[in-house]
């Protein structure tokens, strides 16, 4: 079966994201026709897809759904995609938690993807940050702090066991990330795929300096500075984001 010169291209949405919400940059990436094909992945227990296919609430269940929405299970789920689109070429695009996600698939199974861009990705993760980040993902709160927030959740994550349910299991990833990260400067050796990882200049939770530490430490890794680009994928100029990812695609190893 023949394969096109260039890549495809799988886009992973972030933390309380969905495939929904990335659908702005599928589009991007299309019109710029950089790419053989353009696809974006959900991550289970986000948008319109469950955690698990059955909602029983029984104790055997809920370990299972526990181990469904976790770091590992969403690097497996990154990888079979990627299987799937074989004999493809596959350029990875993940924003922010979907950008740890895609690396650890590629730790854990070398020779995964083609390449791995990241943008917002937070890599060095303690318990005291995981802490803090896991402390803000209170339904309570953010209903009476943030309520319209807190609708927009409500109606992205409504088929998915619904947006407290999403919160409550994300502070768990962080809480696990700080605990025991699957990410270090060690282990990441092991990610010989061409990396850059993006960092917002105007983001306020990952910073070039630790981005550029996890670069150093993988074989073909970079890290880039993208000015006045904050956190939110909504508010990152699409532009500028298809401008990293095009000359990179093109370079990348056939």
């Known amino acids: 079966m023949a394969t096109s010169a260039r890549p495809a291209l799988l886009i992973v949405h972030g933390a309380l994201g969905s495939a929904e919400q990335m659908a702005p940059v599928a589009d991007a990436a299309r019109a710029h026709e950089v790419f053989a094909a353009v696809h974006t992945l959900e ?16 104790a055997e269940s809920d370990a299972e759904s526990d181990a469904a929405f976790s770091m590992p299970a969403f690097a497996d789920v990154i990888a079979a995609r990627v299987r799937e689109l074989a004999p493809q070429r596959v350029l990875v695009f993940g924003y922010s938690m979907g950008g740890y996600a895609a690396l650890l698939a590629e730790q854990m199974q070398p020779g995964l993807v083609a390449g791995i861009v990241t943008l917002g990705t937070m890599l060095a993760w303690t318990p005291e940050v995981a802490e803090a980040g896991a402390r803000r993902l209170n339904p309570e709160g953010m209903r009476a702090k943030v309520p319209a927030f807190a609708d927009a959740l409500a109606a992205r994550h409504a088929e998915a066991g619904g947006w407290e349910l999403t919160l409550t299991r994300t502070a768990a990833v962080l809480r696990a990330l700080g605990e025991a990260p699957p990410l270090t400067t060690t282990s990441v050796a092991q990610i010989a795929a061409p990396v850059r990882l993006l960092v917002g200049s105007r983001d306020d939770s990952v910073t070039l300096e630790e981005s550029q530490r996890f670069a150093e430490a993988m074989p ?35």
């Open 43 to 58: 991550l289970p227990g986000h948008g319109r897809t469950p955690a698990l296919s059955d909602a029983e609430s029984d």
């Open 220 to 254: 073909r890794a970079e890290a880039v500075l993208l000015e006045g680009v904050p956190h939110p994928i909504e508010k990152v100029p699409l532009d500028l984001l298809i401008a990293q990812l095009s000359p990179f695609a093109s370079r990348l190893p056939e």
